[in-house]
T-cell receptor, first 113, second 111 residues
Framework: KAGVTQTPRYLIKTRGQQVTLSCSPI?????VSWYQQTPGQGLQFLFEYFSETQRNKGNFPGRFSGRQFSNSRSEMNVSTLELGDSALYLC????????????FGPGTRLTVT | GENVEQHPSTLSVQEGDSAVIKCTYSDSASNYFPWYKQELGKRPQLIIDIRSNVGEKKDQRIAVTLNKTAKHFSLHITETQPEDSAVYFCAASFGNEKLTFGTGTRLTIIP
């Protein structure tokens, strides 16, 4: 089985721009979660999608949004980028929910200048 | 919402000794407790998990214990090896709720 993939792996953007990150889950997995990882804050939950619906949401501003497609692939979008958005963005997929084993992708390293 | 505290933030042990990392959670309804290992520059990987109907689970040199009354769970690594050096994260969730992670423990194995 192919693992979770994320594109792009690295991204450099300027403050004020917007960015879209993509995540392809393991085949058959219907739950996709997104996390922001920074050295000081650990793994912060952004949101979870299941069957094209946002099921859970973390405490991030509305600039962070996401969606899931019928093939379970997911995208997250960050608008009006701020310097503090620089982080590693990880997605994780699981068969049904976060209460099942989650498999993480390699992450997208976003740098905002 | 759920809050997970993890201690210590850093831990150094001699190769061959045991390492213990502890986490406490706030939501008594939480019933799933996984542990993830993240090596430098790599993605987090599940190493062991436990559900609330079980008090202890072992997998070779790794074990996790759960105390529901005290709302804490611990990761035990015995006979540590250099490849155990990594950041370890605990987490907790209930049902379809989000997985809440602890802040991580950087474990260093001293040869």
């Amino acid at each position: 089985k192919a693992g979770v993939t994320q594109t792009p792996r690295y991204l450099i953007k300027t403050r004020g721009q917007q960015v879209t990150l993509s995540c392809s889950p393991i085949s058959g997995h219907r739950s996709v979660s997104w996390y922001q990882q920074t050295p000081g804050q650990g793994l912060q939950f952004l949101f979870e999608y299941f069957s094209e619906t946002q099921r859970n949401k973390g405490n991030f501003p509305g600039r962070f949004s996401g969606r899931q497609f019928s093939n379970s692939r997911s995208e997250m979008n960050v608008s009006t980028l701020e310097l503090g958005d620089s982080a590693l963005y990880l997605c994780a997929s699981s068969f049904f929910s976060t209460a099942n084993e989650q498999y993480f992708g390699p992450g997208t390293r976003l740098t905002v200048t | 919402g759920e809050n997970v505290e993890q201690h210590p933030s850093t831990l150094s042990v001699q190769e061959g000794d045991s390492a213990v990392i502890k986490c406490t959670y706030s939501d008594s309804a939480s019933n799933y407790f996984p542990w993830y290992k993240q090596e430098l520059g790599k993605r987090p990987q599940l190493i062991i998990d436990i559900r609330s109907n079980v008090g202890e689970k072992k997998d070779q040199r790794i074990a996790v214990t759960l105390n529901k009354t005290a709302k804490h769970f611990s990761l035990h690594i015995t006979e540590t090896q250099p490849e155990d050096s990594a950041v370890y994260f605990c987490a907790a969730s209930f049902g379809n709720e989000k997985l809440t992670f602890g802040t991580g423990t950087r474990l260093t194995i001293i040869p």
